[in-house]
């Protein structure tokens, strides 16, 4: 049953935001928030495949432990995709709300993402193993976690500052992800019924693109009705 529910859930997970990834690139007009979010979308899917398509085989066929060479791997190339997401919904921030200079912080986030990938690519990390120490799983989230909270904050503060009602709940998405990752990365080992947790964390980064695809459409639509009303002024004198 787990298998079954597993696979189907990470089919529909995978294609739906690779698919809305590819909407949003091929639809922006040009404008930079959403070729952000188009390429964040796309690189949220294509990482987690690494990821999930392994786990569905595993599950489907001789199990978890029988494959746990290609899920570390997977994880491994996960953990830089993820970190490469945060970096990019940053740059969304910073294009939502036109923000200017605030060198010193792009600094932070940027040297963030560089130490999470640094320690990842160590050696200690033992990804192959069927027993990675929880120790290496604990220091390379660190970062990760500190750059999830400052894009949480700074969403929160920019939106509510703003009035921004179509961006009022984006903190509250990156929240909900840490909410249900951290506790997978302390306790999945020792309390595997923990992992199910990974369900509503995919289902808080799929409402992450949501808001961002949302938000293209209305800017489209937007644009298309002033179109109309120019079309329609322009079209007037000729009418008379």
Known sequence: MQAIFETVFDALYLTGVVALGILMLRNAGGRRQSLLFGAM?????????????PRAYALLTTGLASHAAALGTGK???SLTMTAFYVLLYHVWRSRYRVTG??????????????????CLLPQNRWTSPAPPLLWGVLRNLPFSVMGLAVILLFYNSARERGDAPFRHMWLTIALSFAFYLPV?????AVPAVGILMVPKTLAYVWT???G????????RSAARSRDAA?????????R
């Open 41 to 53: 979308a796309v690189t949220l899917g294509a990482g987690d495949a690494f990821h999930l398509l």
């Open 76 to 78: 491994f190339i996960t």
């Open 102 to 119: 605030k060198m010193g912080l792009t600094l932070a986030v940027y040297g963030l993402a560089a130490v999470r990938v640094a320690l």
């Open 185 to 189: 990365v302390l306790w999945a080992d």
């Open 209 to 211: 693109v949501l808001i």
């Open 213 to 220: 695809c949302l938000d293209l459409r209305s800017a489209n």
């Open 231 to 239: 079309v329609g002024l322009g079209a007037a004198p000729a009418g």
